[in-house]
């Protein structure tokens, strides 16, 4: 019995032990079997409510090698004797869905886990799984018109940053040649992605405007640039009327005139080209003249020179004081013996006060004539006068002005003559002889120019629309240019003016002789709003780009407009 005790103890302790160490080789044994896992892969179709995707290729590398596998009906595929604690790079293609990419971690939760699980979504790109969003673009490349123009070949693009990685997340499209694009995007069933539609900005597009320079109306072609995001102000837009006038040039001008002068003798008496003896001035006195005189003084008549001997010779009386100086100068005549004639000058005498022994002695006086103005050459087409600059010198001081020509002439057959058949006229005192330039004055063009503003609403143009740049001036009044109205853009036609022309040469008005018909008082008028003002121009815009809730099937249109655009300085 106590044999058998001892037995069963023995035995009890066996057991205890043997249990002791069948637990610790089960663990360390599933360890060292979890040093590999099996990885399964489930992919899920997002845009159809996450069903099972069969047929998807599912591929990764695995100790260096490539390995690619077919989900099945479950939409499952199973990579097995997986090292455990990396991370595998995961790759899941099909026909007509997006690609994923996806990195898996092999560390299983626990240690008795033999496999690991993931799930990667792909989205399908069937039509019924896509969302439409589609649009035109439009743009004010021709002002001049009142319909907007399409852009085409321009990129649109549309983005689901929730698309899973390793696929595109963003579709692009191309405007056709009706500016119009569509595009097709993958979208979950649930609503959760939100679709955001992006244009981008035109450089260097050719732009048609009406433009106004100095009131110099033309239609151009500039670059500018089409700023989507409008961050830049567009330029602003003139207003111009679609009719343009042009005046013919005036003639060629006239050559030839020329004009002379000669002295007039009739007025050259030394009396009036000096003023007389009471405007001249002793400079000084001199000394020892006449010191054999009886009395204290003497008073003598001194001719000038040239000297003809006293006949017409004109002459000063003079008194000196005895042995002394010039005392006074009391009197002038124009003449040495009278004979019925007087002494006249053409040129400043002089005076020989070297007499009755004394010396020194000096008078001062002015001489000035009067002069007769001719025309030596009467030119030849000229058509009004030509503006005449005098130059002439009086008492010392030089003076410029313009000779009034149209008060001494007239034209005839184009050449210039005096009114009078003789002399123009007769101009002085000077102290020498004046001088004549012949100004020639270019012809100018008249430039005129309608207002918007007053133009009439119905399309017709009015004698009262126009305002002057210039009257011009050469113009015969006798045969006055021809005026031509010009149409801008394409609008309006059949007006007729008639220009008046002032014996001056200058235009006075544009007579209406028909009012035509489809005139615009603004060509740049592209909103047809009647407009007759300069205005800024359209900025960009385009309908909300950000799309929510969005859902298999939906449609969105999103339109964009580039506005009028900003010029380019070149």
Known sequence: MKNLLK?????????????????????EDAMQALQKVDLIVAVTDKSNYDQAVDGATVSTVIDGVSVEKTTDATGQVTFEDVKIGGNLNVYVTKADYTTTFTTVNTTPSDY????????????????????????????????????????????????????????AKVFVGISDAEGKYEIKVPVNSTGNDYLNVRFHSLDTVSRTVGVNINNHYSVVTQNAFYDIEGNNNPTDIPAVPSALITIGAPAALGTGFEISTEIDTSTSRLTDATGNYWNMNMLNAGSGYFPNITGSDTTVWVFFSPDTKGLDTA???????????????????????????????????????NIGGGTGA???????????????????????????????????VQSINTYSLSSYAFINNGSIYSNTGGKLSMEGRYDSAPTFTIVVDESAQANAYFIP?????????????YS?????????????????ITSLAGYGSGAEFRAEVLSTGVINNLELINTGQGYARNINDFRSSGTTGNYSGDYSSYSNSNLYNVLPGDSYTVNAYYGTGQVIEE
């Open 112 to 167: 008795r886990q033999a496999s690991v699980s993931t799930s990667v979504s792909i989205y399908s790109l069937s039509d019924e799984s896509l969302v439409t969003v589609k649009g035109q673009l439009t743009i004010e490349t021709d002002l001049t018109n009142r319909t907007k123009e399409v852009v085409e070949g321009a990129e649109v693009r549309v983005y689901n940053q929730y698309l899973p990685n390793g696929g």
């Open 7 to 27: 037995f069963i103890a023995f035995a009890l302790i066996a057991i205890l032990v043997f249990n002791s160490c069948e637990d610790n080789y089960t663990e």
């Open 468 to 484: 002057w740049i210039s009257q011009g001036n050469n113009y015969e009044p006798n045969n006055p240019p021809t005026v031509t």
């Open 453 to 465: 503003s007053w133009m009439n609403s119905d399309s017709t143009l009015d004698a009262g629309d």
């Open 362 to 396: 000096e008078i001062y006086y002015n001489f000035r004539l009067y002069y007769n103005i001719l025309i030596s050459n009467n030119g030849s087409g000229y058509i009004t006068l030509p503006t005449v600059i005098k130059t002439y010198t009086s008492l010392g």
């Open 315 to 353: 002459r000063v009386q003079l008194t000196f004081e005895k042995n002394g100086g010039l005392v006074s100068i009391d009197g002038m005549l124009d003449y040495g013996t009278w004979n019925g004639r007087y002494a006249k000058y053409s040129a400043k005498p002089t005076i020989d006060l």
